[in-house]
């Protein structure tokens, strides 16, 4: 849940909340907002001024505001057993390099021709 949805939800459920009605709902909320207070603040990657992409040392001029990232999902390594079912092909022959490689990139969410330039 993004940080503007997760803001709507507890304005409305503290809005509805009269101490009877929508504690469920409170309480969800309440740990949805305890859980993004824990994780840490992500910093800009960069700034931009409403026309070109401009430095960190720009960050303090009124018209400049800062770009963000999506968090990416941690990669882990290949085990060993993936590895192997990796390299052989549906025959059990071994795969060309470039097969495997792009077989490697594939477990790993890479995807897209990589002749485009």
Do not use: W
């Not at 709507?8 to 859980?35: I, M, P, Q, W």
């Not at 992500?42 to 009124?62: L, M, S, T």
Request: aromatic share 6%; charged share 30%; net charge negative.
């Amino acid at each position: 849940m993004i940080d503007l949805e997760l803001m709507k939800h507890a304005l409305e459920a503290l809005t509805e909340y009269d101490g009877t009605n929508g504690e469920s709902k409170r309480k969800r909320v309440l740990a949805a907002l305890r859980e993004r207070l824990a994780q840490p603040e992500q910093e800009p990657f960069c700034y931009h001024d409403g026309r070109n992409i401009v430095g960190k040392e720009y960050a303090h001029h009124c018209d400049v505001f800062p770009l963000y990232t999506e968090p990416q999902p941690e990669q882990e390594p290949l085990t060993d057993e993936e590895i192997d079912v990796l390299i052989l092909d549906s025959d059990g022959l071994p795969k060309s390099h470039l097969e495997f490689a792009r077989d490697i990139e594939a477990a790993h969410g890479i995807t897209g021709d990589a002749n485009e330039n």
